[in-house]
Antibody, heavy 123, light 108 residues
């Protein structure tokens, strides 16, 4: 079955960097776009970024554009989120999630989600 | 930027029908997706592309969309349906995904 396992979360000081990973299994990773979605403590869902199946298109929320970078390694079945210049408001659980359909252009909703990794930005 | 508006809370008795709305400018022209999230768990897609249910989602969950309002309807509500529900759309004018603020469904 589809599995998505996030890792790399932790406590980091403001202004520092962190890289999250999402290990995928149970489906043909190279055929699906993948999203990052986050949820601050006690708050709602916030979309962060999406990358198409081949990495040719990447879209970012305004709140992270220029600071975060999404990438993927289709040989390792792994998605990444490089987070730079972290701020307190980036504190959240970060989920990776797989598209509903293959070969989408960034516009398919996510259907399979990981359990999330927690990021805390604090001095 | 595109904005989706949901009521913060909806309450319903078991066996009744719950209606959760999602307002957005001309949302009827967009594909709307709905997620259920229970405390401490990842979201679950319950309806996508306005009215399609993923495998394993009961027929009690249905979606509709017209004008400036999309609606998630849960028929024959059960205690296990108590959760937060989020609507979501793709805003093609900005190439951004947008979530509504979420609605907490309470089963009385």
């Amino acid at each position: 079955q589809v599995q998505l396992v996030e890792s790399g979360g932790g406590v980091v000081q403001p202004g520092r960097s962190l890289r999250l990973s999402c290990a995928a299994s149970g489906f043909t990773f190279r055929s699906y776009g993948i999203h990052w979605v986050r949820q601050a403590p006690g708050k709602g869902l916030e979309w962060v970024a999406v990358i198409t199946h081949d990495g040719s298109k990447k879209y970012y929320a305004d709140s992270v554009k220029g600071r975060f970078s999404i990438s993927r390694d289709n040989l390792k079945n792994t998605l990444y989120l490089q987070m730079n210049s972290l701020r307190a408001e980036d504190t959240a659980v970060y989920y990776c999630a797989k598209d509903t359909s293959t070969y989408c252009r960034g516009d398919c909703p996510p259907i399979n989600w990981g359990q999330g990794t927690r990021v805390t930005v604090s001095s | 930027s595109y904005v989706l508006t949901q009521p913060p809370s909806v309450s319903v008795a078991p066996g009744q029908t719950a209606t959760i709305t999602c307002g957005g400018n001309n949302i009827g022209s967009k594909n709307v997706h709905w997620y259920q999230q229970k405390p401490g768990q990842a979201p679950v897609l319950v309806v996508y592309d306005k009215s399609v249910r993923p495998s394993g989602i009961p027929e009690r969950f249905s979606g509709s969309n017209s004008g400036n309002t999309a609606t998630l309807t849960i028929s024959w509500v059960e205690a296990g349906d108590e959760a937060d529900y989020y609507c979501q759309v793709w805003d093609s004018s900005s190439d951004h995904w947008v979530f509504g603020g979420g609605t907490k469904l309470t089963v009385l």
